[in-house]
């Protein structure tokens, strides 16, 4: 489960990075480009029906319909929660741009809301939250969120505080909420996102009512005004702010650093050559217990350094088992670390998405954040391993630390010849992760993959460390 302090953490680095308000009056505001992001409750309650049709069905053929009659000047995108996990996991990390805005028109919509089907839990907070970081590049654009729900939070989660921090932070001009088949009470506690995101909130109890309210929605986006408002203009952050280099390794030597150390060491799986640490890996399992079984744990022989620091790598791999993981972070043990890593997983048998995540291991309680970076469909899996060779096959991994909080970032870097499959070009920062105490005591990195029954492809995976840099901020 997430923390609730960690939910608004991309908004705040919106406002703080802030470095130029722009004061837009009534005539020019008029120019800006009307954007809709469609935010979609695929929680497990949306199998639930009303007068005999799954809810999840009413509301996509909904959004089918609305779509088509929106104006072909508004762009549009889509997100969903609660699509990906099993509701008995709890995970409040559950939410994806299906498409960002742009890519949601009336050829699109159908395929995409193909992909979403109703499985975990309902984290409102934690999905506006990243609604802000999705939205990032369309700041100077006129932004309406519009969100679907037949739930309230379930992830200890403030909706309303999250839909606030984002018109305070300059990302929406409105926040709008249909609430689905919801009782009196429901509706009061879900209107105020509506209310403190300067939207409209509408109720629909059946097929005919969701109909009117979304059409209600279009009247009100189309009508709305684009408001004078202050437009947080984001300054674009360097890759690392740093004032000296701490430590670096190229591995151009022939061998192995004798400033690492390795943990479960096997030297049968790693070389140095030509400039590159090449490791070879098997299947370490899932999530947090890849610590306790991965082989060749590297750790840096050099202590952490007070005050602030970056870490950063870069790593060449193969998506070959479409299972593979990499982690690089400060760590103590299995039960005590702050990692960033570049997950790749196969969501079913024709998509496999590349995720950036952070977690945080105290005591053997974990926190994590996820964020989906892209995605490789086909129904073949050889044929997603050759998308994925033509759009990118290097990645660079960070972890940041300011003061007391741990910001992760990852950016997959765009394979020679690329073109237009190319990966996204921006860097992927999560949301910052919290620790009283220093989390670790070693620089580390380590490589795996994980268990998964939509691939058949199993083995070993292989990678390239091109060089490790940490800087003092």
């Known amino acids: 489960m997430t923390n609730r302090s960690s939910t608004f953490s991309r908004l705040s680095l919106l406002a703080a990075t802030a470095v130029t308000v722009l004061s837009i009056n009534a005539s020019s505001a008029q120019a800006l480009q009307k954007n809709v992001l469609f935010v979609l409750d695929s929680s497990n309650s949306m199998w639930g029906q009303v007068d005999g049709v799954a809810k999840i069905d009413i509301a996509k053929q909904a959004l089918v319909d609305l779509v088509a009659k929106m104006p072909k000047t508004t762009k549009m995108g889509l997100v969903a929660y609660g699509h990906r996990f099993n509701h008995k996991l709890n995970d409040c990390s559950d939410m994806e741009l299906i498409s960002g805005i742009g890519s949601t028109n009336n050829e699109t919509i159908q395929e995409q809301l193909g992909y979403v089907k109703p499985n975990g839990q309902t984290p409102i907070a934690n999905t506006l939250a990243e609604v802000g970081s999705w939205l990032q590049p369309h700041l100077e654009e006129d932004n309406t969120v519009v969100l679907i729900s037949d739930g309230l939070e379930s992830c200890d989660g403030d909706p309303c505080a ?4 984002l018109k305070d932070a300059g990302v929406t001009t409105a926040v709008h909420v249909v609430g689905f088949d919801l009782d009196t009470t429901q509706q009061a506690s879900i209107q ?6 300067d939207g409209q909130y509408f109720n629909a109890q059946n097929n005919e009512g969701l109909v009117e309210a979304l059409e209600q929605v279009r009247e009100v986006v189309e009508q ?3 408001k004078p408002m202050k437009v947080a203009q984001a300054e674009t952050k360097p ?17 192995l650093s004798g400033d690492w150390t390795i943990v479960n060491e ?3 799986n790693y070389l140095v050559e030509d400039g590159k640490l090449t490791v070879l890996f098997g299947d370490t399992g899932n999530g947090t217990e890849a610590y306790k079984t991965a082989a060749n744990i590297f750790r840096l022989n050099k202590p952490i350094p007070k005050g602030d620091w970056t870490m950063t790598m870069r790593v060449m791999f193969v998506a070959q088992t479409h299972k593979e993981w990499l982690r690089m972070g400060i760590t103590k043990d299995q039960d005590d670390s702050v990692l960033t890593s570049l997950e790749i997983v196969p969501y079913n048998y024709d998509i496999t998405l590349f995720n950036a995540r952070a977690d945080k291991m105290a005591k053997g309680e974990n926190t994590n954040f996820v964020s989906k970076i892209t995605d490789y469909r086909s129904n073949n899996v050889t044929e997603r ?7 990118t096959t290097s990645t660079l991994l960070r972890l940041t630390k300011e003061g007391r909080n741990y910001i992760s970032a990852v950016k997959l870097e765009a394979a020679d010849g690329a073109g237009d499959k190319a990966p996204p070009s921006e860097w992927i920062e999560l949301q910052k992760l919290t620790s009283l105490k220093l989390p670790g005591d070693a620089f580390t990195f380590f490589f795996g993959h994980g268990k998964a029954g939509f691939v058949p492809k199993d083995g070993e995976g292989l990678v390239e460390v091109d060089w490790v840099k940490i800087e003092t901020n």
């Open 192 to 197: 105020c996102i509506a209310e403190n995101g």
């Open 224 to 226: 709305q005004p684009v």
């Open 239 to 255: 890759a690392v702010m740093s004032d000296a280099v701490y430590y670096e390794d190229n591995f151009d030597s022939e061998e």
């Open 266 to 268: 096997n030297p049968d």
């Open 385 to 391: 391993t050759d998308l994925v060779s033509q759009s």
């Open 162 to 165: 999250a839909s606030k921090a």
